[in-house]
Every structure is written in C-alpha cells, then in structure tokens.
C-alpha cells in the first residue's frame, strides 16, 4: 500500500505556471505506474497524465498535451506534474493516484488533492 500527499496547487492568472508535487510513503513507490487526474465542479473526473514505474512511458489527455509534463524522481518517492500556460478551464482539484498495472489500468490509490483555480 502507498499513502500520497499533493502540495503544490493555489490560484493563479491565465497563462501561468505551477507544478504540483505528489510525495508518496512505502518503500515500493518504484514499483507503480503514477497518474494524475483532476476532477472539475459538476463534472466527472478525468486523467490528465500518467507514468509508468521506469518513467518509460507516458500519457496525456488531449487538453493538456504540450502545456503539461509529467515526471517522477523514485529516489524522492514524488511524481511532478509541472503546468504550464494554465487556461481557467483547467481549473479543479487535481489528485495523484498509483496502481500498479498498466498506465491505462486501475489506480486504486489516491491522495486527498490539491485545489488549482486559474482566473481569466
């Protein structure tokens, strides 16, 4: 089992940046595929990226796909998410998760989420 913690979110202007943190516990963080999803008021939640254990693999929704980049450093136990050219419409609370099957698979772990508000 993993526990995970988000830091890193707050309220920022259209075209800004921020990079949130996931810091995970356990010693078999290199062992899960790392996701990030966010979940936007009234709406369903949905991936955003996601890495593989080895960091050989990654995806990204379409919405964000070269304005974010996923990376993790399994020395620190932390996966990144660094967001680039915020839009309000990528406002919500984004959650880190970890499974271990397939980036495409099941996350059955999740942290408590961190708040991102982008103004117009």
């Known amino acids: 089992q993993v526990h995970l913690v988000e830091s890193g979110g707050g309220l920022v202007q259209a075209g800004a940046s921020l990079r949130l943190s996931c810091a995970a516990s356990?010693?078999?963080?290199?062992?899960?595929?790392m996701g990030w999803f966010r979940q936007a008021p009234g709406k369903e939640r949905e991936i955003v990226a996601a890495?593989?254990?080895?960091?050989?693999?990654?995806r990204y929704s379409d919405s964000v796909k070269g304005r974010f980049t996923i990376s993790r450093d399994n020395a620190k136990n932390s996966v990144y998410l660094q967001m680039n050219s915020l839009k309000p419409d990528d406002t919500a609370v984004y959650y880190c998760?970890?499974?271990?099957?397939?980036?495409?698979?099941?996350?059955?772990?999740w942290g408590q989420g961190t708040q991102v508000t982008v103004s117009s």
């Open positions: 998760a970890a499974g271990m099957t397939t980036i495409y698979g099941d996350y059955p772990y």
């Open positions: 890495i593989s254990w080895s960091s050989g693999s990654t």
């Open positions: 356990g010693r078999s963080f290199s062992r899960y595929n």
